[in-house]
């Protein structure tokens, strides 16, 4: 599954600025903000639940699959324009993509993957579409400068979408 997510946080902006004001307002490099072994805990409990609904025979294969596709990063870098977005996410390459809700498909690891961002406010969305499931990644930010990144996981393989938050602060 995928493990690129995309990040912004908004350091003190006012209610009243427009997406043109805010330009680069969220530039800049960001760190988990709670402990990488508490995430991970998180992540492999979220998991095994999700897992606990396969077959017996099935359910350590789903489990390692999961913990193979909650994924987090420990650091994001960045770049907001007014009508395009780049971030790094730890070692991987670049994800740069226009927010403008249009689809466009790039080849990942398992085959072609289906991108779309879009930003609502203070959120930014990147839906990632792949033959074998669906994750969507919500940014939300806060004036003080942190960030709260919830994503959802979805399969048909799945009864109901895997769903966990990693916290990141502005570094």
């Known amino acids: ?70 994924t987090f990063c420990e650091t994001y870098e960045i770049d907001l324009q007014a009508d395009s977005w780049s971030n790094k996410c730890d070692a991987l390459p670049p994800l740069n993509r226009p927010i403008d809700k249009s689809v466009t498909t790039w080849q990942g690891d398992g085959g072609p993957v289906k991108t779309r961002i879009s930003r609502k406010g203070d959120k930014v969305i990147l839906s990632l579409q792949t033959e074998s499931g669906r994750r969507v990644n919500t940014f939300v930010f806060k004036p003080d400068g942190t960030m709260k990144l919830t994503v959802s996981l979805a399969s048909d393989s799945l009864e109901e979408p895997v769903t966990w938050t990693v916290p990141y602060k502005l570094q």
Do not use: C, H
């Open 1 to 70: 599954m995928i493990s690129l997510l995309a990040v912004m946080a908004a350091p003190l902006m006012p209610a009243s600025w427009t997406a043109q004001e805010t330009v680069n307002v969220y530039t800049g490099t960001y760190v988990v903000a709670q402990s990488k072994t508490a995430i991970r805990a998180d992540l492999d409990q979220k998991a095994a639940e999700a897992a606990a609904s396969f077959p017996f025979y099935a359910k350590s294969i789903a489990e390692g699959r999961l913990v193979e596709a909650m």
